[in-house]
């Protein structure tokens, strides 16, 4: 994909405006709901060309498809596929694999990844080895001749580890240019990382999380690097069939256009409430990456965890991340639940662990609720 001629936050805002998709030149893309489209002629279906034309809305409809070229421009890839949720655009991901299969993954992933990857071993004998997320020189090491990809998730969750992705991307082209290197984008959006710019082959994203960043959509996306590994995708995607539809994706196409905004306020809230947090009798430690809108923090014991969270008066206990309202997690008893005590451990994934969803509210707000959610009874 030619590279745009307009800074990121005009395509966000401009997302889905002045294209050909409809007659009336909406500025809102209108929502196709039909699932099937009608052929002129014989000929029309002879010469079906399936990256312009419609037949039937699996394979592509006119509000997907302005949503998905929105997604490849702003991840700067050839294609995008919006799916019903992020683990189904993980789920395509994989597709790609098979049987013997082996792939490097940092170690500090979203749960559910963890649940997929273990059930793709079981169930399909594809084999994960964890790589720490630091030590570079052991990452070559790790690379063998049955290794098809690398999975790594940057700032990682809950931790917050930052992976260089253009070194990462070096290192695996240098071995074997086939090697695929996959990113979940989903904690730093396009506004703030754009891994193929990097040297990433796909991005993947639960769309759930900022890019519709209001609490209420389920939504996931894949955006590769080249026509060649979406060519594949795409055949793929059409026959598993778990697409976004028409309605999701004009919400998700409507939430685009805050995502700049949106992400420079969560920053300067996380910020300052990053700031406000270590300055905290009661915290231990806080992790923060310094950009994005995710803080998570050590508590000094776990008793401080419960009367936390019923105190708390703005930020609500619940899963989730990157909405506009700020959530409050404890990673060890809800996302992270499925994995084992000891990798949990290791990974610092402790009982007083929390992670904190910093919304758009006012950040003097935010901090008085934690310090008051905080105090010593
Ligand atoms: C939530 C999440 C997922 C899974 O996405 P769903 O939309 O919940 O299916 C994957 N990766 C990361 C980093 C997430 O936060």
Request: aromatic residues 8%.
């Amino acid at each position: 994909m030619t590279k745009s001629r307009f800074a990121i936050d005009t395509l966000l805002v401009q997302a889905g405006n002045r294209g050909n998709h409809d007659q009336h030149h909406a500025i809102s893309t209108p929502i196709y709901l039909s699932s099937n489209f009608r052929h002129q002629d014989l000929a029309d279906v002879e010469n079906f060309d399936p990256h312009k034309q419609y037949s039937y809305s699996r394979l592509a409809t006119p509000t997907r498809r302005v949503l998905e070229s929105t997604l490849a421009q702003l991840e700067g890839g050839a294609h995008a596929f919006a799916l019903s949720s992020g683990m189904a655009a993980i789920q395509l991901v994989f597709s790609l694999f098979k049987t013997g299969d082996q792939i490097v993954t940092s170690d500090d992933l979203y749960g559910g990844s963890f649940r997929f990857f273990d059930y793709l071993t079981d169930h399909y004998g594809i084999h994960f080895t964890k790589w720490n997320g630091k030590d570079y020189q052991q990452l070559s090491q790790l690379i063998t001749k049955d290794t098809k990809a690398i999975w790594l998730e940057t700032p990682s969750n809950p931790t917050m580890k930052v992976i260089d992705i253009n070194q990462v991307a070096q290192i695996a082209h240098q071995i074997n240019p086939k090697l695929l290197v996959c990113v979940d984008n989903t904690f730093l959006t396009p506004v703030y990382q754009q891994p193929i710019q990097e040297g990433a082959d796909l991005v993947v994203h639960s769309a759930t999380k900022y890019l519709s960043g209001h609490n209420d959509m389920l939504a996931g996306v894949v955006v590769a690097k080249s026509a060649e590994i979406s060519d594949t995708l795409a055949f793929n995607f059409n026959t598993t069939g778990s697409t976004l539809d028409p309605f999701d994706s004009w919400l998700l196409l409507r939430s685009l256009k805050t995502l700049s905004v949106r992400m420079q306020r969560h920053t300067e809230n996380a910020t300052r409430v990053s700031a406000a947090l270590a300055k905290l009798p009661q915290v231990e430690k806080v992790l923060y990456p310094g950009v994005g809108g995710m803080v998570s923090f050590y508590v000094q014991n776990h008793d401080q965890v419960e009367q936390l969270f019923k105190r708390l008066k703005i930020i609500s206990f619940a899963e989730s991340l990157g909405g506009v309202e700020s959530l409050l997690t404890i990673p060890a008893l809800q996302t992270h639940h499925d994995m084992s005590e000891t990798a949990r451990l290791k990974l610092g994934i402790t009982d007083k662990l929390l992670r904190l969803s910093v919304g758009l509210e006012n950040a003097n707000d935010l901090i008085a609720d934690l310090k008051q959610g905080l105090a010593d009874s």
